[in-house]
């Protein structure tokens, strides 16, 4: 049954007003009536088919790069608000930053020999030291690193311009395998690393290659290696020897050259990279990193090819794809599993270790050191629930809105003197995160339950947890709910790290990083104990859908303000019932992973068309939330 919503305590706040106050109401320094004026304890709800129309710019000329807005923004693959951050860095007011070499993950991890002998435990521990020094420091994988053993160098043929590799020999480390570059490998990627590791900040104009058998007709003697190894680059790496490099059974006809930049293009078939290199405009959106810094695959309408567009905008190689690496911040690239290539078959025969594979496993060291967005499914789809002091079961109401008892684990309610007026969303530790108009600062008048269901009464997995600190953020507004968020910070357990008992149906959501997470239309789910359109409270803990509505200040003008952000439905309509301030707005990625997307904070004539529901925008104050809590627990990803 369709309820029409309205916005709790309007009316009871208007005859205030009247009463004493001018149109424009002040802060309210009284609690109760702080939450009069700000709570918004309807939510609007919708069916997750509903779709909202986007506005677009008009397409570029090729109609691949765009839209402007993106291009402005000058994203490169250090922009870890599209991208991820490699092993070695960590995300900081939206870019990629150096990490101190010990914060490499050490389990399963092969040992790196450096140019100047020093042996480091894993390639990501050597890229992290190459970071923040800004030169080449890796030679090879291995653990003997002595002096007398040869370490990695390349060079270019003046004639030819034809690579030529010293390769480290594992089985004889004294003496250097002298290798081609088999072309068949080469690409705009690799060719860029080589420039830039001989000191041309710009990288390459081109990756061509040679017939081999030119290469002794061009000096009339042999004076080549006659064996070639293949080049596989990410295009991240400061030298090819942080390239995966591998051995070859056949020489290829042809081998790799390379021009490296120096008169820059003109014309409006070209692309100005953010490092200022100039490509052909073709060469964007292909998937290829080109530029050298990846600028041309950031802003993307379409891809090229058979290059993979993520939802972020960002073109990624078709290679990448279903590799085990989570490349696009939905994981949608890794939705299907692909069918393993070359590198992937014949690993076991080459005497070379592949660095995708050493990110591959650091990521997942880092990634499993933290425990979010995925619930406990044993206890999900449970029928009853026992409730405490009762001794009976009451079964759960089959309906489109009302919650499994553990269904929604990171759904708290926040006790106030003895009375549920909001909710908030589990993030794990010690913390819990609602709206700033929810709280005050005095801890002890606030107490947060964990799996709780039935709204006036505990069950057996019911926790209540007294709280030690409220940080309220410190330009919240209590006249425009600008900033309305806060972080309820936990009692500890005595001589304990921890605030509760492991609890198997609570589990923490995650904490988005960038707001490029999920896009328009995208659906996502609030949950909370709300007052229906009676003016009844829920007894039961309620939850709908919602779609993400992008240009909010199309309905709100002025009064909408950064870090807000609108979900629900345009026409008005709902399905169900209503949610309560502070709660959560929760949406989930390709891979099924839930993040805290919003917290309920206000909105206008709830359930009418043209006044969508108003909510804090999470990830926009990532950085404030991670002061607080520290980097174990914000996330992740990009820690």
């Known amino acids: 049954m369709l309820i029409k919503m309205r916005l709790a305590g309007l009316f009871l706040l208007v005859l205030l007003v009247l009463q004493t106050l001018s149109s424009n109401p002040p802060e309210l320094s ?37 839209p402007n807005k993106c291009l402005t923004q000058r994203y490169t693959r250090q922009s870890c608000e599209l ?22 993950p050490s389990k399963n991890v092969t040992s790196v020999c450096a140019l100047n002998g020093r042996s480091y435990r894993s390639y990501c521990h050597v890229l992290a030291s190459s970071c923040r020094n800004k030169r080449p420091t890796m030679s090879h994988f291995g653990d003997n690193c002595s002096s007398e053993h040869r370490v990695y160098d390349s060079s270019k043929d003046a004639k030819t311009n034809a690579i030529i590799l010293n390769v480290p020999n594992h089985f004889n480390p004294a003496v250097a395998q002298k290798k081609l570059i088999c072309g068949s490998s080469w690409n705009m990627p690799a060719a860029n690393v080589f420039c830039r590791e001989h000191g041309n900040t710009l990288g390459a104009q081109s990756a061509d290659t040679i017939q081999f058998s030119d290469l002794d007709i061009e000096h009339q003697e042999k004076s080549f290696p006659d064996s070639c190894v293949d080049v ?18 056949n020489m290829d006809q042809t081998v790799a050259k390379v021009n490296c ?48 567009r993520c939802n972020s905008g960002v073109c990624i190689p078709r290679s990448a794809v279903g590799d085990g690496v989570r490349d696009c911040l939905d994981g949608g690239d890794e939705v299907e599993k692909k069918k393993q290539n070359v590198m992937d078959t014949e690993i076991e025969d080459q005497e070379f270790t592949i660095p995708r594979h050493e990110i591959k496993m650091s990521r997942h060291n880092m990634e499993s050191l933290v425990k979010c967005g995925v619930p406990n499914m044993e206890l999900v789809d449970d029928e009853e629930v026992e409730e405490r002091g009762r001794g009976g079961r009451v079964k759960r109401v089959v309906g489109g809105v009302l919650a499994k008892p553990y269904q929604i684990q990171w759904q708290v309610a926040l006790v106030d003197t003895g009375k549920i007026d909001c909710g908030g969303a589990y993030i794990g530790g010690c913390w819990v995160l609602t709206a700033a108009h929810c709280v005050r600062p005095q801890p002890s008048a606030f107490k947060v339950k964990f799996s709780l269901w039935k709204k006036n009464r505990a069950h057996t997995t019911t926790d209540i947890v007294p709280v030690e600190d409220i940080h309220i953020h410190p330009q919240y507004s ?10 309820v910070e936990l009692r500890k357990l005595p001589f304990q790290e921890k605030c509760f008992r492991d609890n198997p149906a609570v589990r923490p959501v995650c904490v988005p990083w960038t707001t490029h997470l999920f896009q328009p239309n995208h659906t996502c789910s609030i949950s909370g104990w709300g007052r229906t359109a009676e003016g009844k409270s829920a007894k039961f803990l309620l939850w709908a859908n919602v779609s993400l509505i992008p240009e909010c200040d199309r309905f709100y003008s002025h009064r909408f303000k950064p870090g807000m952000m609108c979900a629900g439905d345009l026409d008005g309509s709902v399905d169900s019932c209503q949610g309560d301030s502070g709660g959560p707005l929760v949406c989930q990625d390709e891979l099924g992973v839930s993040y805290l997307w919003g917290i309920v904070s206000w909105g206008d004539k709830c359930g009418e068309p043209g006044f969508p529901g108003v909510y804090t925008q999470v990830a926009h104050f ?9 980097w174990p627990l914000i996330t992740q990803f990009n820690t």
């Open 232 to 249: 596989h680059c990410e295009g991240f790496e400061n030298s090819l020897a942080e390239c995966a490099i591998l051995n070859r059974t």
């Open 30 to 66: 009284d609690p109760s009536e702080t939450k009069m004026y700000q709570k918004k304890e309807a939510i609007h709800i919708n069916a997750a088919e509903t779709t909202i129309a986007t506005t677009t710019e008009s397409p570029s000329d090729d109609g691949f790069l765009g």
């Open 261 to 308: 930049s120096s008169q820059p293009l003109q014309g409006q078939t070209v692309f100005e990279c953010v490092n200022s290199k100039h490509i052909l405009r073709e060469r964007t959106c292909d998937g290829v990193d080109d530029c050298g810094d990846r600028s041309d695959e950031m802003c993307c309408r379409m891809c090229r090819g058979d290059a993979f």
């Open 478 to 487: 209590g006249k425009t709910y600008q900033n309305d968020i806060a972080l």
């Open 83 to 104: 991208v991820f951050c490699n092993p070695w860095e960590r995300c900081v007011n939206g870019q990629c930053h150096c990490k101190p070499p010990y914060l490499c």
């Open 622 to 630: 990532y950085e404030w939330i991670r002061l607080h809590t520290g």
